[in-house]
């Protein structure tokens, strides 16, 4: 279980401590990042389906990736958050099991490392226009790409150290259901590998069963005991997490995002992106361009 959670790292993208007002209110928001918030006063809104959770101060919340909310305020919202990306050798996440949202009481050490993170990576607010339209997203998320890559050893290993320590508040048997597995071959980890440089590529179990000398149907027995999925299902997944990737970051047309992916058709691709996230293409970007236009305007 520890070897298991320790092969995971993370890559910061935003961190700040700011004051909302009723104009933080936005419904069907879903990235491909982890987020994180440490409310210190006034209250708000969570909900995932079903379920709803009030923002109140003293607690931590957490939304994993990809994971589909609507955010609320009715008037004023004090808080910290962080946004970060997650990586594990793999590629299966700490949350793959239960992506929903989770509230739990925050420690006086909380605000300590939430402060910290702030200090050590300055410049990582959402602080620019108020209309994200005007500028390519891509360009944005290479500039925080390219802070990541100036932090110094010391800076890297402390926003990892504190990272850990904010996620291990929701290391609860309900919330990160980790299985204990045995040593993944390594066979089935180079077939992630390849998978994941090789989505906008024609894939197949005969193919990547051939590729690493097995046979198709024991091949993809192996791969869905160590990860969880069927070759083509685990791929699909893929797929769609990179396309949700490049429609947040990039200036990509839909039919370009679906030849990038590995997709045959535009209308292929768009069946697929809605039956796995719940909403086409356009509809998912404008939720995002919606999200990120409101938090500039209350900057």
């Not at 609320?72 to 990306?85: G, H």
């Not at 910290?116 to 500039?143: M, T």
């Not at 179990?205 to 027995?221: D, G, I, T």
């Not at 909403?279 to 998912?284: A, D, F, I, L």
Request: include cysteine; proline fraction near 4%.
């Amino acid at each position: 279980m520890i070897k298991r959670i320790l092969t995971h790292n993370f890559s910061l993208l935003n961190i700040d401590h700011v004051k909302l007002d009723s104009r933080w209110n936005y419904a069907n928001v879903i990235s491909p990042y982890h987020r994180i918030y440490y409310i210190t006063g006034g209250e708000g809104g969570i909900s995932h389906f079903e379920k709803k959770l009030k923002l109140e101060a003293g607690y931590l919340y957490i939304i994993p990736s990809f994971t589909l909310c609507n955010l609320t305020c009715a008037s004023f919202l004090d808080q910290y958050f962080v946004q970060f990306f997650e990586d594990s050798s793999d590629g299966i996440s700490l949350f793959a099991d239960n992506r929903s949202i989770f509230k739990v009481p925050a420690k006086e050490i909380d605000l300590v490392n939430f402060e910290r993170l702030v200090h050590i990576n300055p410049g990582r607010g959402i602080n620019r226009s108020d209309n994200p339209r005007i500028y390519e997203k891509d360009v944005y998320y290479k500039e925080y790409q390219q802070l990541n890559n100036q932090q110094t050893a010391a800076q890297f290993l402390e926003t990892q150290g504190i990272l850990l320590q904010l996620i291990s508040r929701f290391a609860q048997p309900e919330i990160i259901v980790q299985k204990e597995r045995q040593h993944i071959p390594i066979k089935i980890l180079d077939t992630i590998s390849h998978i994941v440089v090789s989505l906008h590529l024609p894939l197949s179990v005969k193919s990547l069963a051939e590729r690493v000398h097995q046979n198709p149907e024991y091949f993809s027995r192996l791969f869905q005991q160590y990860t969880g999925s069927r070759p083509l299902a685990y791929i699909t997944e893929k797929r769609i997490e990179r396309a949700q990737y490049l429609i947040m970051t990039s200036t990509s047309k839909y039919t370009e995002v679906a030849a990038m992916t590995g997709f045959e058709s535009l209308s292929h691709f768009s069946r697929t992106f809605k039956k796995i996230t719940g909403m086409n293409p356009g509809v998912y970007k404008k939720s995002f361009q919606d999200l990120n236009e409101k938090q500039g305007m209350v900057k």
